[in-house]
């Protein structure tokens, strides 16, 4: 038996609540009620791929600790290996202390002791479930350092952790046995995929230095600071999809706490700004059309329009078939080299944070029969 998990996205708390340890209980219990016994169900092994953005380096505060604030040149995910903060930290050491406060996060240890249990009652039926991880956008860094694969080898409870020291977590897989293809799927997506998993893509900035960098200057506000209300909510931020919606779940925060519009526009209008001044974005001005462009017109507009006309201007249909397009996976499964030489039948992706499954192709075999070819989105 095969089973796909990703986006569910388990941070150091510092950006926004950790998923529910429940949801991963629950998980947990449909898994035993599939299994069930293993004579009649005829399982006798099971695989959990986890398919991505489980760990989330990328979404948290660490990053603009005040001994990183260095307004030209802060570490981030595309620094170099000799770029240090004011303190002497580089990228490493950064990615080494927030993977140490993910797995040391209280909420994330109960939610993978779930998986822990599942396994421990699975094998006293005689069934084997076995963890395997892939990596998508959110978590890439962790693939870079032998440290870091290690300490989440050893957090899964992988059988020989110090194996990761010296091998990468694959960024795709195909599962012969099972005839099935899958990847995380920012592969297809030129916000957070720019020809390398291996390197920073203009999602990172998004992420730290507008949706992380938000909530955390409302916070530092003299004014906006004292509700811890307003705060938390806003640190919610990063799970608003798609983008487009970002400015009007602003709006949506502010309509909960009157007297704080004006204040919050201007926070985020002057963040606008200045992200798009930083060096490492202003170089990808060569990407687009279509999803860059729009993106950069969604942030430009909430500086110079009302959040109400730029609710109408973004809910326009052209603007929604455009974004619609460029989250439609279901063309690049089709495309895949396996599912097209027919070395399997099921496409698998995650990263859109949507559920889907819908069928490709219908290719006929002797006999009179055929072979359905599916692709599946696990959502989030």
């Known amino acids: 038996m095969l089973v796909f998990l990703s986006d569910v996205h388990l941070t150091d708390g510092s950006s926004g609540t950790t998923i529910d340890p429940r949801a991963f209980n629950k998980f947990c219990r449909i898994l035993e009620d599939v299994v069930g016994e293993p004579r009649e169900s005829n399982i006798k092994h099971l695989e959990i791929a986890l398919l991505g953005d489980i760990f989330d380096v990328i979404r948290s505060d660490l990053w603009l600790r005040k001994e990183n604030d260095a307004p030209q040149k802060p570490i981030r995910p595309w620094s170099t290996a000799t770029d240090t903060d004011r303190s002497g930290w580089n990228l490493q050491r950064y990615t080494e202390e927030i993977v140490d406060k993910i797995i040391n996060q209280p909420r994330n240890i109960k939610a993978i002791g779930y998986i822990r249990e599942f ?19 959110h978590d890439w860094l962790i693939n870079r350092y032998a440290s870091t694969r290690q300490k989440i080898a050893q957090f899964l409870g992988m059988p020989d952790p110090r194996f990761y020291a010296q091998n990468s977590f694959p960024y795709d897989r195909v599962f012969e046995s099972y005839r099935v293809m899958a990847r995380h799927g920012d592969y297809y997506d030129e916000f957070n995929y720019e020809g390398d998993r291996d390197a920073s ?8 230095d507008l949706l992380n960098k938000f909530p955390k200057t409302v916070e530092d506000d003299p004014l906006l600071g004292k509700d811890k209300d307003l705060v938390n909510k806003l640190k919610e931020i990063d799970n608003v999809r798609p983008l487009l919606e970002i400015p009007a779940w602003i709006q949506g925060v502010c309509n909960y706490t009157p007297g704080v519009e004006q204040r919050v526009h201007a926070i985020w209008n002057d963040l606008v700004d200045k992200f798009f001044k930083i060096k490492f974005v202003k170089d990808h001005d060569r990407l687009g059309p279509d999803t860059v462009d729009f993106l950069e017109m969604a942030m430009r507009l909430s500086s ?51 559920t889907e499954q819908i069928p490709l192709d219908i290719v006929p075999i002797p006999r009179n029969d055929v072979i359905e070819k599916v692709y599946f989105n696990t959502g989030t």
């Not at 396994?119 to 069934?127: F, M, P, Y």
């Not at 893509?201 to 730290?208: E, K, M, N």
């Not at 974004?323 to 039948?345: Q, T, W």
């Open 119 to 137: 396994q421990e009652h699975c094998a006293k039926l005689g069934v084997n479930v076995e963890l395997s991880y892939l990596t998508g956008n």
């Open 201 to 208: 893509s203009l999602g990172d900035a998004i992420v730290i």
């Open 304 to 354: 110079g329009f009302s959040f109400g006309k730029l609710q109408e201007i973004l809910g326009h249909w052209v603007v929604r078939s455009l974004y619609r397009k460029s989250d439609d996976y279901r063309r690049f499964a089709y495309n895949e080299a396996a599912l097209k030489n027919n070395l399997v039948r099921y496409v698998v992706y995650g990263h859109t944070h949507h």
